[in-house]
């Protein structure tokens, strides 16, 4: 065991003084509390005070409160020692607890989480029976621990008994987290990952690998390292690091994680790059031009997620759904269990996930390879294969996919939605949106409108006026559009599916804005009023000695120092002198300066004056359709700067939240995250490089192994609007080639005025349909359930082209059985194993499918039997 020590980082760093008052500003009345509270450990509870005060709880509060606090049901309530430290925290909290403090708690747990679907409804109801007199908590003793333990948890933990699952009660400021070993570990699997993944993001369906499966193999990196790595330390600029700092720790892995986790997500400009190439066939797109580029947009995202932090990090309403599994998962690898019976379930998380991810990696060789039938089951078609109406209704490859039992692969029942981590009612109301988009495709297609029945039903390809895939290059001449070329040959047509989904989009903007700006404004004007003060603390003091939310995680990071605002909107000015020197050095990209600012600024202003993520992508087409018409590669190029002012922020977002659920140092996760966009930058140059050379028709629609590049064909990313809630859909539904042809090449205008005049309406609907849920919320709220959410309807529309309800129906399912059923009738064993079981499902498909990829399908080993 080396010398921890060695490691400690100096105490002024991570700590406040003891006895430091922190002022919180998320409430009317400033509330202050001392910071040596945040240290208070097991041997400082008053263990017979707490043992006296549990044996006198009935056996139906002993039940409740185990249920509530996530345990199981084999506690013997006479013993003490059954009490693990979080039982000990909470009955310790409820005991000092007086019940003013508990009417004040509920009172600003009303005003925060006011229209918040997370919340639970049963707490809320409570919540309200207390405060409107109906429940008297000093009646009993019983009520009155009841009370005190729903003020508890949502005062000292969390009101999300989702968030509860994965996060502690305590934070330990000397547990290691940047070590020379999870560096190291982060670093070898980020560059797997981050080529793994480029490389299979031309694969339809894709095939990802995520922070879950990468926590899976970090984990006996840093076990192994634990073992056989000698306890010394090592000198690194004056500074003694061990290299062996004892067992490996929970932080460790999830600051592996999180650095992971940023260097893996998708590289936007990688749809530049291959469209370029595959589609314009350009030959001046050098690698100097790409590492320009990249380096540009991915630090443009990199500072803007630190500048959204306020808005979409720090509001407890932001929970992240999406970050749980991977929470849940390295806690059932890293942290200790206490054995314990729920709902019939021994079986540990960590035994458990182990059993669920062997399960699904053999499993997925039979809709992978084996029974690829399984996949896309359109059972349905097989019953008359020649009917052509019934393929375009039932079909799952280019129909509409109407099919009760439509697939067997979890890859295919995921990727649409998250099942396991998005809310319920997220899911149905994407659900929901896809049914209204079936009949709005159906009733597009068989009306013939703008000759969209001679073309395929459902798929993102544009057509000529004779049904053939449309060549782009034949209206251009030296990468600009050419009316006398562009008469001869063809205006692009879009399937009935693409224009139901462009007008989806079209429609979302001026709703989002508004609907949002309407729903959030509290939230909205406090993380601005937040902004500013931070703006001003800046000239004033470079440290950060105050915590601006009240909730549990936030004081439990109080400790730690926060990064300046300064050295995010620095790397934005960095990132936007490299994106000057893009253009200005290849001229090929017919780019002017002015097109760069002219897009990023108005997109600043929208995003901060309303704290509402969208993705731009799809306004940024418009502005610079209309600014820069006729100009495909220009449009694209700024394009990819805009987009990454939330869109790419949103993986860096994603893994700050992460880090706070986690307590990782925010100064560190900062250096990490760097760290991680460079080393992502290398990485992805040299795979899709060599993807691009080496596979075999690539692009090509018929590709034998499936790279037919579906996201380059028409790329328009999902809106991020949800910023109070974040639940996004795990796969973006991606539009490229098609709209640089739509917006850049053909243009707005012509689009607007000539082919499709209907889509300019779609703006108009969807500001109208914005005034109408407005005036619904403010005068007739109840006419509207909080779980109610018209925007993730509209998104739901925006699937199809290519994807369809094959896509949905199976994770729809699997929401009624876990999301619904399961959290409801059995909370305990839901927050113990759900999370766990998205993350082994997810992990299962990832390993098995690289590994048919790599053994059975890159060099072909075909089978030839029907399935």
């Not at 998005?422 to 899911?427: I, K, L, Q």
């Not at 004779?466 to 290059?473: C, K």
């Not at 995250?673 to 490089?689: M, S």
Request: glycine residues 6%; charged residues 15%.
């Amino acid at each position: 065991m080396s010398d921890k020590k060695a490691f400690e980082p100096p105490v002024e760093e991570f700590e406040l003084q003891k006895g430091t008052v922190i002022t919180t500003l998320n409430s009317h009345d400033e509330v202050s509390f001392d910071v040596a509270d945040l240290d208070k450990t097991a041997t400082e509870f008053d263990e017979e005070k707490i043992k006296d005060y549990f044996s006198k709880l009935s056996d139906e509060s002993t039940a409740h409160f185990l249920k509530e606090t996530g345990h199981g049901d084999d506690l013997n309530h006479d013993n003490k020692d059954d009490l693990t430290f979080d039982l000990k925290f909470i009955l310790d909290k409820i005991i000092n607890m007086s019940n003013k403090k508990v009417l004040d708690i509920y009172q600003n747990t009303s005003k925060h989480h006011q229209n918040d679907p997370n919340f639970p409804t049963e707490s809320w109801e409570y919540i309200h029976n207390v405060l409107d007199k109906k429940i008297d908590v000093d009646e009993t003793f019983e009520e009155n621990f009841k009370a005190k333990l729903a003020a508890s948890l949502i005062y000292h933990h969390s009101p999300y008994p989702e968030v509860r699952a994965v996060t502690d009660l305590s934070d330990d400021p000397n547990e290691p987290v940047e070590t020379i070993r999870s560096y190291t570990i982060a670093v070898i699997w980020l560059i797997i990952g981050a080529g793994i993944n480029e490389f299979f993001s031309h694969r339809q369906p894709s095939i990802y690998l995520p922070s879950s499966v990468i926590s899976v193999l970090m984990y006996p990196c840093g076990k192994l390292w634990e073992l056989i790595m000698p306890n010394c330390n090592i000198n690194f600029f004056g500074k003694k690091l061990p290299l062996n700092p004892g067992p490996y720790s929970y932080k460790e892995q999830m600051f592996a994680t999180t650095l992971t986790t940023v260097g893996t997500s998708s590289v936007y400009v990688s749809y530049n790059i291959v469209t370029q190439v595959k589609f314009y066939h350009l030959k001046w797109i050098s690698f100097g031009y790409q590492l320009l580029l990249t380096l540009s947009t991915q630090t443009m995202g990199f500072a803007f997620a630190g500048i959204l932090r306020k808005f979409v990090i720090y509001p407890e309403r932001a929970i992240w759904p999406s970050n749980l599994a991977t929470l849940a998962l390295n806690r059932a690898l890293l942290k200790p269990e206490r054995k314990e019976v729920i709902n019939g379930w021994k079986i540990s998380k960590y035994n458990f996930f182990w059993t669920c991810f062997l399960g699904m990696f053999a499993y997925y060789w039979l809709p992978g390879y084996l029974f690829t039938a399984l996949s896309s089951f359109s059972w349905i078609s097989w019953i008359a294969p020649y009917n052509f109406n019934l393929d375009v209704v039932t079909g799952s490859s280019a129909g509409l996919g109407l099919n009760p039992l439509s697939t067997f692969d979890w890859n295919v029942m995921q990727f649409l939605v998250n099942p396991l981590t998005m809310p319920f009612y997220a899911t149905m109301n994407v659900f929901l949106g896809m049914v209204v988009g079936f009949f709005v495709v159906l009733g597009i297609y068989y009306s013939n409108h703008k000759w969209s029945a001679y073309l395929p039903v459902n798929t993102n390809a544009i057509f000529t006026n004779t049904g053939e895939s449309f060549d782009v290059t034949k209206i251009l001449t030296n990468g600009v559009f050419d009316n006398t070329k562009y008469q001869k040959y063809s205006p692009p047509f879009y399937t009935a599916a693409s224009l139901a989904s462009y007008g989806s989009f079209y429609m979302i903007y001026p709703f989002a804005f508004l609907f949002n700006s309407y729903k959030e404004w509290d939230t909205i004007k406090f993380a601005l009023q937040f902004m500013v003060n931070d703006f001003k603390e800046t000239f004033r003091d470079f440290s950060f000695k105050k915590i601006k939310f009240d909730d549990p995680q936030s004081r439990l990071m109080a400790r730690y120092k926060e990064v300046p605002d300064w050295c995010y909107w620095s790397i934005l000015v960095v990132s936007l002198i490299i994106s000057i020197l893009t253009v200005k050095i290849y001229p090929e990209t017919k780019t002017p300066v002015w097109g760069v600012f002219f897009t990023i600024v108005p997109l600043c202003l929208l995003l901060a004056v309303t704290g509402v993520q969208l993705g731009l992508n799809v306004l940024v087409e418009l502005i610079g359709g209309y600014a820069l018409p006729g100009n495909p590669i220009a449009l694209m190029t700024i394009k990819a700067f805009g987009y990454n002012i939330d869109g790419q922020a949103d993986n860096f977002v994603s893994c700050q939240k992460m880090a706070h659920y986690s307590r990782i140092p925010t100064r560190a996760l900062f250096c990490g995250q760097i760290v991680g966009v460079l080393i992502q930058v290398f990485v992805f140059l040299g795979v899709v490089n060599w993807s691009m050379a080496n596979v075999e028709d690539m692009c090509a629609v018929h590709q034998k192994q499936k790279f037919t590049c579906p996201n380059e064909r028409t790329y328009v990313l999902l809106p991020l609007f949800f910023f109070p809630l974040e639940f996004c859909t795990n796969k973006n539904i991606n539009r490229y080639y098609s709209a640089s042809v739509l917006t850049g090449v053909i243009g707005p205008k012509r689009v607007f005025e000539g082919l499709y005049p209907a889509l300019k309406w779609t703006f108009f609907i969807g500001f109208m349909l914005a005034l109408l849920f407005v005036a619904l919320k403010r005068w007739y709220p109840k006419m509207i359930s909080d779980y109610f959410e018209p925007q993730l309807m509209i998104l739901g529309i925006t699937h199809y082209g290519p994807y369809n309800l094959s896509y949905i129906l199976g994770g729809f399912y699997a929401a009624v059985a876990m999301m619904f059923y399961v959290k409801r009738r059995y909370l305990a064993w839901f927050e113990k194993y759900n999370y766990v079981l998205s993350a082994a499902l997810s992990a299962g498909v990832a390993f098995s499918a690289v590994i048919i990829f790599f053994t059975v399908q890159f060099h072909p080993k075909n089978l030839d039997w029907w399935g």
